[in-house]
């Protein structure tokens, strides 16, 4: 049983969105005749795109991935392009008390590492329209100004980030206007970018270096067999001594024992109008191409496009049903309008969602098992796996080449599988009750 409506599972047909409409991504074969493979593998997003470009790139080991849709098709297709922090949920303050400053320091630094990693590999020839120099997270009341201010200055003096803040008159005369906004956090260095033709480039550059790639070949089962495994998909079987698995929010609790019941994949969602004009743009005091967050618990993202489209995220419900989505495409129109009322009107030309992926101790989870040390594991991006996957696919192909037979050495904050939260049922209801929870605790 899977934790949504089985149509956010669909593998079948391309994931609709404004990503998808203006990219090429060309297809993939699937996996036809069995074979075997040094390293398979399971999932086609940034995790598992970025671990065979650095497998193949960087430690010569040719890795096949197995992606169970057409490419793309996962959360690495269809974000909101944010190269930005956090990967965890937790604050810096709380890791700090969990894993104490230099682990989370570490943490930090690699997060940074992320987003130059993002900036590098576009550098090698991936068109994917990088915006901004900054992300911002705005105060959404000017209650929470003072505590953002202060985070910042904690940020910038625990951690060594790049962080600044503008209080709302400054932030007013380079960012936006509009009902929600009393001054911002800016982190120095982050951007964004066409999430779909990033992930399609990625794929160019694994195909470059010899990795190969397979879509719509689902792994249905998965064996072992004499000191390895064998992976099952509808096409053909693939034999191998080392899986990485990098499925994140789509992670089915079959795949394997080990992850049975540890990811909590949550629904995201986002709309984008039709091309504002000069006007309208002017109408809310719009200046900026830095992506925006806000402070909210339940956070709103957004970000004005390339070709003067405004894209507007935040939280997607607890079903997936085609009936809740479009009642949240619906409520986020009305969202819109009331943080810029000038655009209350403005026609929405595309609505989607996709599953993000949290865990029950909200910092990600990378590793490989104890008592299987053939199989590796990235996930749980908590909204922001842009740079934080593709590092952790670069990570991980380093682990499996240069960190046999020993503990790999990862911030704490990452190391290791998050606790067992429980039947699919259970955890979306415990969804519900953490939102319910969040709404009752917004600042107003
Ligand atoms: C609406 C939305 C907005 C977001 N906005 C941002 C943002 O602005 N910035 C940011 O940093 N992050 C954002 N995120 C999160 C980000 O997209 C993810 O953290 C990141 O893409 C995760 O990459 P991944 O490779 O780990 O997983 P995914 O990209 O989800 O890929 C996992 C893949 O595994 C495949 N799979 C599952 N089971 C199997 C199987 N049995 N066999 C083979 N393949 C399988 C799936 O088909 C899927 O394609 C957003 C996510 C969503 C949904």
């Not at 932030?171 to 066409?194: D, N, P, V, Y």
Request: hydrophobic fraction near 40%.
């Amino acid at each position: 049983m899977a934790v949504y409506h089985p149509d956010a599972y669909r593998t079948d047909r391309k994931a609709p969105s404004y990503w998808e409409a203006t990219a090429v991504v060309p297809p993939a074969p699937r996996l036809a005749a069995d074979q075997a493979a040094d390293v398979v593998v399971i999932g086609g997003g940034y995790t598992g795109l970025s671990a065979a470009l650095h497998l193949a790139r960087d430690h010569h080991v040719s890795a096949v991935v197995l992606e169970a849709g057409p490419i793309g098709w996962g959360a690495s297709g269809r974000n909101g392009g944010f190269v930005s922090l956090s990967s965890a949920k937790l604050s810096a303050e709380a890791m700090i008390a969990r894993h104490g400053e230099a682990e989370t320091r570490r943490f930090y630094a690699a997060e940074m590492e992320g987003i130059d990693l993002v900036r590098a590999l576009l550098a090698e020839g991936i068109d994917a329209d990088p915006q901004g120099d900054a992300t911002y997270e705005v105060a959404h009341r000017a209650s929470v100004a003072p505590a953002l201010r202060a985070s910042v200055d904690f940020h910038v003096r625990k951690l060594g980030l790049p962080a600044f803040f503008m209080d709302r008159h400054a932030f007013t005369k380079m960012g936006h206007g509009g009902t929600e906004q009393f001054g911002a956090a800016g982190l120095r260095g982050a951007f964004g970018i066409h999430p779909l033709k990033y992930l399609a480039g990625l794929r160019a550059l694994v195909a470059r270096h010899g990795a190969k790639v397979h879509a719509d070949s689902p792994v249905i089962a998965w064996t072992r067999d004499s000191g390895g495994y064998i992976l099952t998909t509808p096409g053909a079987t693939i034999r191998t001594r080392t899986v990485v698995v990098a499925t994140n929010g789509y992670t089915p609790d079959t795949i394997h024992r080990a992850f049975a019941n540890r990811t909590l994949p949550a629904i995201s969602s986002i709309i984008v109008t039709r091309p504002l004009t000069e006007a309208e743009l002017a109408a809310v005091g719009w200046r900026t191409a830095c992506p925006v967050s806000n402070t909210r618990n339940l956070l709103f993202y957004y970000r004005l496009l390339p070709d003067g489209r405004f894209l507007f995220g935040g939280r997607g419900g607890t079903s997936g049903s085609p009936a809740e989505q479009a009642r949240v495409t619906a409520w986020l129109t009305r969202r819109l309008g009331e943080v810029f009322p000038p655009w209350k009107d403005v026609e929405i030309d595309h609505a989607w969602n996709g599953l993000v992926c949290l865990t029950g101790r909200l910092t990600p989870a990378l590793g490989r098992l104890d008592d299987e040390p053939g199989v590796h594991y990235a996930f749980g991006w908590h909204g922001n796996g842009v740079a934080a996957a593709t590092w952790a696919g670069r990570r991980i192909a380093r682990a499996i080449v240069e960190e046999k037979g020993r503990p790999i050495d990862l911030p704490a904050p990452l190391r290791g599988l998050p606790p067992h939260l429980g039947h699919p049922l259970i955890r979306r209801v415990g969804l519900k009750a953490v939102y319910a929870w969040y709404g009752l605790r917004e600042p107003q």
